[in-house]
């Protein structure tokens, strides 16, 4: 699907997603023209989604992360996702197995934000109950 030059690209675009295409170019030791080439088809092969911002991890480690664990009416599941998707501090959604229908991690700068989030997810239609754990510290992140 990819070869070792296209893998080279996307570690150096996952690091850096707003390096110069010239500054590409020298590392792989491509034109730029070729490497814009290679850039595009990554894209049209819907191998890169899109570019976007890494936070700095002094920023990310101040933000308070909580896991949110909810029963949700089948029912009402997809309105409810709907939802949940366009609250901002509701970073990710997993569908998962057992007592509980998703996973919601949640990051905010503030306790206050992260209470008003929960009572944002609860008081969607559909939500039957939730469990909320606060992360308290991480010991391996990738």
Request: charged letters at 20%; aromatic letters at 8%; glycine letters at 8%.
């Given at each position: 699907?990819?070869?070792a030059t296209d893998e080279k690209l996307l570690k150096l675009l996952t690091a850096n997603s707003r390096?110069?295409?010239s500054s590409l170019a020298r590392k792989l030791g491509l034109s730029r023209s070729t490497v814009q080439d290679?850039?595009?088809k990554l894209v049209d092969r819907k191998?890169?989604?899109?570019?976007t911002v890494k936070q700095h991890e002094d920023y990310e480690g101040k933000l308070i992360s909580a896991h949110v664990l909810l029963s949700i009416d089948q029912k009402y599941a997809q309105q409810a996702i709907g939802l949940m998707k366009t609250h901002a501090p509701i970073k990710t959604l997993y569908v998962v197995s057992g007592e509980f229908d998703l996973i919601a991690i949640v990051k905010a700068p503030t306790m206050e934000e992260i209470d008003q989030t929960l009572d944002f997810i609860l008081a969607i239609n559909g939500v039957n109950k939730t469990n909320t754990s606060l992360v308290l510290s991480a010991k391996k992140e990738s």
């Open positions: 699907m990819m070869d390096e110069a295409t290679r850039i595009n191998i890169i989604a899109g570019f």
